[in-house]
T-cell receptor, first 111, second 113 residues
Framework: RKEVEQDPGPFNVPEGATVAFNCTYSNSASQSFFWYRQDCRKEPKLLMSVYSSGNEDGRFTAQLNRASQYISLLIRDSKLSDSATYLCVVRVWEYGNKLVFGAGTILRVKS | DTAVSQTPKYLVTQMGNDKSIKCEQNLGHDTMYWYKQDSKKFLKIMFSYNNKELIINETVPNRFSPKSPDKAHLNLHINSLELGDSAVYFC????????????FGPGTRLTVT
């Protein structure tokens, strides 16, 4: 089983739609959680950290469920510019405190 | 000003050659990393340096050797290149270790023929 699993998609949605991605992680010792965004042929960039109580940044909402070991990202009112690959990232202390990346979920927002 | 820069951006070379990729960050960060992103898009850490000291060394063939001459630079040298080394290599940096936001360079697309 992969350490971090994501549905690869692609998710094809119209502008203005709400879309949600889930991610599951296998190691219960995971400590910190993030969503990164990667545009085609570009480097990953931090979108947002994910906190235990859930957090929101504009149109983006992240949730963490430690009991079920999954993380979600909700994007409201999708824009064309949201088209990218969204990477779920987990930090695990026992692995030398390293970041483990999921393979990403592709989002395509169409007009 | 580019925060994390890498050179070259593209590298095409033949099997058996030795090549280097350079990385520089001007963010004043104390930790730098090398990642490999393969064709399946998995981004996997290879090495991590904190204040020029190696702190993470994943299961990477010893043909790969990182070198950190100072906190702002982390270079990657690859000996005897193989077809399976073809990938995009990203350099990244952060302040204070892996829990903090990592800033990535633009990547080096390595193709081994």
């Amino acid at each position: 089983r992969k350490e971090v699993e994501q549905d690869p998609g692609p998710f094809n949605v119209p502008e203005g739609a709400t879309v949600a991605f889930n991610c599951t992680y296998s190691n219960s010792a995971s400590q910190s959680f993030f969503w990164y965004r990667q545009d085609c042929r570009k480097e990953p960039k931090l979108l947002m950290s994910v906190y235990s109580s859930g957090n929101e940044d504009g149109r983006f909402t992240a949730q963490l469920n430690r009991a079920s070991q999954y993380i979600s990202l909700l994007i409201r009112d999708s824009k064309l510019s949201d088209s990218a690959t969204y990477l779920c990232v987990v930090r695990v202390w026992e692995y030398g405190n390293k970041l483990v990346f999921g393979a990403g979920t592709i989002l395509r927002v169409k007009s | 000003d580019t925060a994390v820069s890498q050179t070259p951006k593209y590298l095409v070379t033949q099997m058996g050659n030795d090549k280097s990729i350079k990385c520089e960050q001007n963010l004043g960060h104390d930790t730098m990393y090398w990642y490999k992103q393969d064709s399946k898009k998995f981004l996997k850490i290879m090495f991590s340096y904190n204040n020029k000291e190696l702190i993470i060394n994943e299961t990477v063939p010893n043909r790969f050797s990182p070198k950190s001459p100072d906190k702002a630079h982390l270079n990657l040298h690859i000996n005897s290149l193989e077809l399976g080394d073809s990938a995009v290599y990203f350099c990244a940096s952060s302040q204070g270790g892996q829990g903090n936001e990592q800033y990535f360079g633009p990547g080096t697309r390595l193709t081994v023929t």
